[in-house]
């Protein structure tokens, strides 16, 4: 057992597509969302795959907006084959329903499915990248489209909305100064504004893998996280070192990690696990053990991530694990930081609250 003073605390986030939702019962989701938030975790992720009769990923996080109180509510969601305004205006509407706990993690799949679905050209290689940096800046302008004192509500002259805290985005992917180099995509222009008030947090704080984010794709300036995956738990920190000397110290990092455990007299490996013998599942390391090692394992990751997201092989019975031997000694360690009370997804990563660009951009010309 661990005896020394951990010198920093991060956060703990779970993937909860393991709790056997069929698509038609809410009431579970719900559970499932209030059961991660009772053990104390920071923040439950919602992974947005096809799924037939399932809402998608942002849905069901509205879903558990209003029934949650402290935990951040953070959907997949699409930028090639769904219409960034669109993307934009529904994120903002989460935050309003979770009371500033949302954020986005960013996905830009090759998916030929997908294309034919819309009725658009499918998007492979760079492109990928290109149309994720775009669709993100689409929705942080947007965001910012509307100042925060924009709604007046001036009964005397039967005014909702000050016009003039409205503001024109002027996205044009086929303007040089916009276009990422090499676009691939097909052009695109968005004039705004956004058609409801800006988010409670001004701007959702936007998390992306850490593949996704480089030269040439998403700027490392344009997440406020980087979600990181390795081949085995054992090179996990090691690429998670790599990848914050590259993003830089502004951007969080967030280690991905699947976790199978020993339950109810069941040990980890008679259980299916969904990964191999090397413990990897699609290129993200894989934990499978008992309780007291992976609490060792996430004490040492919280040294160099600022946040850990689990992945586990069945909901219910990791997070009983979870919940009854693994949180409550992390936090004794001190390894863990305190729930935010009252508070946001970006008070939990450390962000400030940005000013809108246009707020400062209409001051200026006033002058």
Known sequence: MSTTEPSRQGFLAI?????GWDGGDFASLGEAVLAAESAGFHAATFTDEPVPGRANALQRAAFAGPVTRTIALIPEVDTVYTEPFHVSTQLASLDYVSGGRAGWIVTAAESPEAAAAVGRSFVSGTA???EAAASVEVSRRLWDSWEDDAVIRDVATGRYIDVDKLHYIDFDTAADFETPAGFAGPGYSVKGPSIIPRPLQGQLPVLAAASLVGEGQLPADAVDAVLVSAPTPELLAAE????RARVGGSVAVIAELGVVLDSR???AAG???GFDGAGSAGGRAQYAG???GLTELLEALLQEADGVRLHPASLALELDELSRLVLPELRRRGALRPPVQDGTFRDLLGLTRPASRYASAAAGAGK
Do not use: F, Y
């Open 15 to 19: 993937e909860v597509d393991g709790a």
């Open 128 to 130: 990928l990248g290109q």
């Open 240 to 243: 998670v070192r790599d990848v």
């Open 265 to 267: 007299g069941q040990a």
């Open 271 to 273: 259980r299916p696990a």
């Open 290 to 292: 008992s309780a007291d």
